[in-house]
């Protein structure tokens, strides 16, 4: 007996852009919470460590919630993409608060790199929130 085997099917241009898009914008997040932790550390001279920690610890576990539903959505997950909508959203609506405290501390070269990488962030996040709602990617996640 024969079996068929049909290729996958490959999302659109579009999709795979909003998920490139989205990995780079959590790298960037990744970059940024570890440069935090650095700089919480630093400026309490140790005194900080367990809200270093916890501050780190948590961005790094929403940005691996956020790395599974950018897959997720890439598949073809209608409810990923929402789900990572709302999570950027929100990321968005912290940048501003992010660059006016970084803004005072950018007399560090430390400073100045985690301004550079929450702006990043940012601005990746929205060109997946672009990317992500363009007219065509609508038929894909209506076919999953």
Do not use: N
């Amino acid at each position: 007996m024969t079996q068929v085997v049909t290729p996958p099917i490959r999302p659109p241009a579009a999709v795979r852009t909003a998920f490139w898009l989205a990995v780079a914008s959590i790298v960037a997040g990744g970059v940024s919470a570890v440069l935090i932790f650095f700089d919480i550390a630093l400026l309490s001279g140790g005194h900080g460590e367990k809200v270093a920690y916890g501050s780190a610890g948590f961005a790094l576990v929403v940005l691996a919630l956020q790395l599974l539903l950018a897959l997720r959505m890439r598949a073809g997950a209608g409810w990923a993409r929402i789900v990572l909508t709302v999570l950027m959203v929100v990321m968005l609506l912290a940048v501003p608060g992010d660059v006016s405290y970084l803004a005072g501390h950018t007399g560090s070269v430390l400073g100045l790199a985690e301004l550079a990488a929450s702006c990043l962030e940012g601005l990746l996040a929205l060109g997946y929130l672009g990317a992500a709602h363009l007219r065509g990617t609508g038929a894909w996640f209506r076919r999953r």
